[in-house]
């Protein structure tokens, strides 16, 4: 099975933090999948939720959705370990994707 990271910030600017139970429990109830693995992380701004889904569960319209439904400007994803994209109304205002940026389930950045 193919996989992808996400990272989800908990940071929303002009709004109060978002909760990582209540982003955790939405993935798991709209991903046909489900969660395989996840964990919250500190970047260098913000906490995050680092999950690891299905592929084939995430693509743009699914990421595109919920970076709206999150209010965040975009959702970061590594696709199969090789591929960063960034998803949301607002990916261009933060692209290109920055691996340096981009938190492993491990909490350190790639």
Same mark, same amino acid.
């Given at each position: 099975?193919?996989?992808?990271?996400?990272?989800?910030?908990?940071?929303?600017?002009?709004?109060?933090?978002?909760?990582?139970?209540?982003?955790?429990?939405l %993935?798991? =109830?709209?991903?046909?999948?489900? $969660?395989? *693995?996840? #964990? @919250?992380? !500190?970047?260098?701004?913000?906490?995050?939720?680092?999950?690891?889904?299905?592929?084939?569960?995430?693509?743009?319209?699914?990421?595109?959705?919920?970076?709206?439904? %999150?209010? =965040?400007?975009?959702?970061?994803? $590594?696709? *199969?370990? #090789? @591929?960063? !994209?960034?998803?949301?109304?607002?990916?261009?205002?933060?692209?290109?994707?920055?691996?340096?940026?981009?938190l492993?389930?491990?909490?350190?950045?790639?």
């Open positions: 099975m193919k996989t992808s990271i996400l990272n989800i910030g908990l940071a929303r600017e002009g709004h109060s933090d978002l909760n990582s139970a209540f982003v955790l429990e %993935l798991e =109830q709209t991903l046909p999948s489900g $969660l395989l *693995d996840f #964990k @919250v992380c !500190r970047s260098d701004t913000e906490k995050t939720v680092v999950a690891k889904v299905a592929s084939n569960d995430v693509p743009n319209t699914f990421l595109e959705g919920l970076a709206v439904v %999150l209010g =965040q400007d975009c959702i970061a994803a $590594l696709d *199969d370990g #090789k @591929v960063g !994209r960034l998803v949301g109304p607002r990916a261009e205002a933060w692209a290109p994707f920055q691996p340096s940026q981009f492993t389930l491990s909490g350190n950045p790639l």
